[in-house]
């Protein structure tokens, strides 16, 4: 037995789940994993050409496996240790947690997201946490993407070689490359009943899941096999349209389906972000998800809300468009297990959209403006309602504390602040677009 107390390089990632990159049909233990890793025993390819069973999980990861038992460091692994060092929780830590000793504490852990289990079964590989990555063909051109995520990029980036360069540095051919490849994931469509058996949970982003056909095919798959009625299906979708009644109904067909609809910010400022988007469709797409939720028990819907530089300041603008917007037995939410209406991740990059890199008058403004924000929604009689997953005290408090953390962080020697004005005029030019008109909060933060 690992004394996981002492161990501080063991995952269960390796043992439990696995990441089915889209370059290359690879398959890697999680999304934290450095595919950039130039060991190649640390790769596992699909085997398309065996119809019977293509992934052969048992004999993944063996390497890893076996330094991880023994305590040793893996360097892909190397993300989730600086977190770790840096006192925070990572999907190392968190996964450990949600290991336990009998079904009774497992029950109570139902409603996290990752691979969980018994304690007793955490070095037995058998594949039951599946992250996706279904592609990079998208129909948006999200300010905080870029080519590597988002096919719409392409039209910003071909033939202009400030764009390249900017992405790329002086290797252009990388975009070559890239260009060469498929935009969808289409391996997911090769995927067989002896792989997927024993899944329970899988997590599904893009590109854009639901305009790839080979994910609707392993969908489709999954009810097929009788499979889907075991499966949590986590699914991250940019509201920009509403799939087909044919899909929509394969849903209801499994045990949960989380639905994270991508919105950043409202109105004009949404329309900036996330280009292509028009708000008035998000708005309509978001409601027909939340008719689908309330019309099946087994289906939630929740906001994947992504910090950047821009939004920064207008975060309690977006709270108050979803208490508006949505129904109160939406916010309310179905299970005890349901999680934060709205998900709040502060951008790690682009770095010049990043609110941690921006010179500390900068970001001294900034908390000023945001903490003032905080207090406000604190006087909300919601604040007080333990069951309300947008405004209550504990999540309110979590969501404010994450953006205040980035802007607190340790200053950069080189502040990002003129690289920013820099980048964004580009991509204005580029564009036809004017930052300083969409967001005027932010144009009083620069030019005071």
């Known amino acids: ?56 999980y048992k004999n993944y990861f063996d390497i890893v496996r076996e330094k991880m038992i023994k305590g040793e460091p893996v360097r892909e692994c ?21 290991f336990v000793e009998d079904t009774k504490a497992l029950e109570r852990k139902q409603g996290n997201r990752g691979p969980k289990g018994l304690a007793q079964d955490i070095v037995i590989p058998k594949l039951e946490y599946l992250e996706i990555e279904s592609g990079r063909y998208c129909n948006l051109k999200c300010r905080s993407c870029g080519p590597g995520f988002s096919s719409s990029w392409d039209e910003d980036v071909k033939g202009n070689n400030e764009v390249l360069t900017n992405f790329y540095g002086p290797n252009h051919e990388i975009f070559d490359d890239l260009q060469s490849k498929t935009k969808t994931n289409d391996s997911l ?11 329970n ?53 499994f045990k949960q389906v989380d639905i994270n609809l991508s919105i950043d910010a409202v109105g004009e400022r949404n329309n900036f972000l996330r280009k292509k988007s028009k708000w008035q469709v998000v708005q309509n ?85 945001v903490r003032k924000q905080w207090s406000e929604v604190k006087s909300f009689k919601e604040y007080y309602n333990n069951s309300n997953r947008l405004f209550s005290k504990s999540l309110v408090d979590q969501k404010f504390k994450r953006i205040i953390g980035a802007l607190d962080s340790t200053d950069l020697k080189n502040p990002i602040d003129s690289v920013f004005e820099e980048k964004t005029k580009m991509f204005d030019k580029i564009r036809k677009e004017d930052w300083r008109t969409t967001f005027p909060k932010l144009v009083e933060v620069f030019d005071e």
């Open 1 to 56: 037995m690992i004394d996981l107390k002492k161990n501080k390089t063991f995952c269960p990632y390796p043992f439990k789940a696995a990441l089915l990159e889209h370059s290359n049909d690879t398959v890697v233990p999680c999304c934290r994993w450095n595919s950039n890793s130039p060991v190649p025993e640390f790769k596992n390819h699909l085997n398309t050409d065996n119809r019977d069973q293509v992934m052969d």
């Open 78 to 98: 190397a993300k989730c240790y600086q977190q770790e060092h840096d006192g925070l929780n990572s999907m190392r830590s968190t996964a450990l947690n949600d």
């Open 189 to 199: 469509a090769f995927l067989t009943y002896k792989d997927s058996q024993h899944l």
């Open 201 to 253: 949970e899988i997590k599904v982003t893009g590109g854009e899941p639901f305009l790839t056909d080979s994910f609707l095919k392993f969908l489709e798959n999954l009810v097929e096999w009788n499979i889907a009625k075991n499966i949590v299906l986590e699914v991250f979708t940019n509201s920009s349209f509403f799939p087909k009644e044919k899909h929509t109904q394969m849903l209801t067909k």
């Open 285 to 369: 797409v978001a409601k027909r998800w939340e008719e689908l939720s309330i019309q099946n028990d087994n289906i939630s819907i929740g906001i994947s809300h992504t910090v950047t530089i821009f939004n920064s300041l207008y975060f309690d603008e977006f709270l108050n468009w979803c208490n508006t917007y949505f129904d109160k037995k939406t916010i309310i939410g179905k299970r005890d297990t349901d999680s934060d209406f709205v998900q709040v991740a502060v951008a790690y990059g682009p770095d010049y959209l990043s609110v941690r890199n921006f010179s500390r008058p900068i970001k001294e403004k900034l908390l000023q403006i």
